[in-house]
Structure formats: structure tokens, C-alpha cells
């Protein structure tokens, strides 16, 4: 009888051990980027909670108040996990420019089918003869999981400017799919 649980037990092993499909192995994230994810959730949930259009009215205000002061006082973004989102090159009348558009993934991004739509957004233009972050883009393409590092831009008037990164705009979604400007110092690939 004991010979069959040495045969069934391989089995039974291989049933518990999750496979993923995914190509990112997912670094592990730093203390103060998953608390600002933690914190980005509790607004939402209290948000999402609110049951009439003036009171979720009021409370998408005082979120987008609390979102800032949590991003002034606390916020650096150090060696953050994120996912490149889109990387854009244009021109305008100006100046040409990079843009990158980053995703801080939350917990179940892999299950998420646009996972873009439920994640903080981070986007950073910069002029094209910025060699540094240039140089370090040219290594990079679009779905890599890298390491960032920068800070918040501030508005004109020394907050933030909390968006929604929706399609739609639609504000139901502010805190799950906020959008920040950032000025990026590093951006280095996982891998």
C-alpha cells in the first residue's frame, strides 16, 4: 500500500503548484510604493462606498485632496516595480520628446485583462536630447517590468494634479486608474 502514495504523491504535488503563464517574474516591490498601492486602495473603497451622486462628488474632491498631501508628505519613488506601458517619440512645433507611460501594477494585474485600466499610471515626457533617461530607454521596450526611480510633478499650485487615466475620464475610476506626472531620474530594466 505504501508504494502507491509514493506513486500518487508526485501527482498530487504537481496539482498544487501554481504555474503562470506570465512572463514577468515581478521583482518585489518596495515597502513605501506598496503602501502608496494600499493607500490609493482605501481611498477607492471608501469612494466606490459612497451610495449618492453628491456625497461620491464630495468625497472624489476630498480623495483627490487626501491623494496629494499623501504624495507631497510621504511619497518617493525609489527603485519602484513597474511595467512599460507605451513608450511614445513625437515632435511639435517646439521640441521633440519622449514620453513614457509606466504602469505601477497592483496585486492581480497577471488576471487582469487590461490591466493598464486598473493600475496607477506614471508618465514622463522628456525633451529628446535628455541623454541619461534617453539612453537608458534605448534598452527598454514596451511590456518590460523595470526599476524606476524620480519624483512626483508638482502643479503650479505646489499640489498635484490627480487625473484619471480612463479612456473615458470617467471619474468613477480617479483611484484605481490614477494617472501622475513624474520626472524620472533612473528607469533601469529587471532583467
Known amino acids: ?39 490609493l486602495n482605501l481611498i477607492d473603497s471608501a469612494f466606490q462606498r459612497q451610495n449618492n ?5 464630495e468625497f472624489l474632491e476630498k480623495g483627490k485632496k487626501d491623494v496629494s498631501n499623501y504624495v507631497l508628505n510621504h511619497l518617493k519613488i525609489d527603485n519602484w516595480v513597474a511595467i512599460v506601458n507605451e513608450i511614445e517619440v513625437g515632435e511639435t512645433d517646439l521640441a521633440k520628446y519622449i514620453k513614457v507611460e509606466l504602469m505601477v501594477p497592483n496585486a492581480n494585474w497577471r488576471e487582469d485583462k487590461y490591466p ?5 499610471i506614471l508618465v514622463n ?20 517590468e523595470v526599476l524606476i526611480s524620480g ?3 508638482k502643479s503650479l499650485s505646489d499640489g498635484i494634479n490627480v487625473i484619471t487615466h480612463s479612456p473615458s475620464g470617467d471619474e468613477e475610476s480617479t483611484f484605481s ?5 513624474v520626472d524620472l531620474t533612473d528607469i533601469k530594466g529587471t532583467h
Do not use: H, W
Request: glycine residues 2%; proline residues 3%; hydrophobic residues 35%.
Open 1 to 39: 500500500m505504501k508504494k502507491y502514495y509514493f506513486l500518487v504523491l508526485p501527482f498530487f504535488l504537481s496539482a498544487c503548484t501554481q504555474k503562470t503563464n506570465s512572463k514577468y517574474t515581478y521583482t518585489a516591490m518596495p515597502k513605501n510604493e506598496l503602501e502608496f498601492i494600499k493607500e
Open 53 to 57: 451622486e453628491i456625497t461620491k462628488k
Open 116 to 120: 493598464e485600466f486598473n493600475s496607477l
Open 125 to 144: 515626457t522628456i525633451l529628446d536630447k535628455d541623454s541619461k533617461i534617453k539612453d537608458q530607454l534605448r534598452a527598454i521596450k514596451k511590456g518590460d
Open 151 to 153: 519624483n512626483i510633478v
Open 177 to 181: 486608474n490614477l494617472e501622475l506626472s
